[in-house]
C-alpha cells in the first residue's frame, strides 16, 4: 500500500505465530525491534456490513437464489 514493503516469514514462523497468509497483524517498532501481533477479532467481524451490501445490491435471479443456500459449515445440513 502506497510506499510500503512487504515482508516473507517463513512458514516455521506463521505457524508458531498460528497464523496464515492474509491474517491481519498488528505491527509496531519497540526498541529497535519490529513487532508483530495477529490481530484476533470476533469471527462475526464484518459480517453486517456485507449483508448490507448483499442487500443494497440488485442480484440477478440465479444470483439471488444462492442466498437461500446454508453455510457449508450449517450443522443442521443433512446429506
Known amino acids: 500500500m502506497g510506499n510500503s514493503t512487504g515482508m516473507?516469514?517463513?512458514k516455521p514462523v506463521l505457524d508458531e505465530l498460528g497464523v496464515s497468509t492474509g491474517t491481519?497483524?498488528?505491527?509496531?517498532v519497540e526498541n529497535g525491534r519490529v513487532v508483530a501481533t495477529p490481530?484476533?477479532?470476533?469471527r462475526h467481524?464484518?459480517?453486517?456490513?456485507?449483508?448490507?451490501?448483499?442487500g443494497d445490491s440488485e442480484l440477478d435471479e440465479a444470483s439471488a437464489?444462492?442466498?437461500g443456500f446454508a453455510?457449508?459449515?450449517?450443522?443442521?445440513?443433512?446429506?
Do not use: C, K, Y
Open 8 to 10: 516473507i516469514l517463513p
Open 24 to 28: 491481519e497483524m498488528d505491527v509496531v
Open 39 to 42: 490481530i484476533v477479532r470476533d
Open 45 to 54: 467481524h464484518g459480517w453486517a456490513e456485507a449483508a448490507q451490501i448483499i
Open 65 to 67: 437464489d444462492w442466498l
Open 71 to 79: 453455510n457449508d459449515d450449517d450443522e443442521s445440513l443433512t446429506w
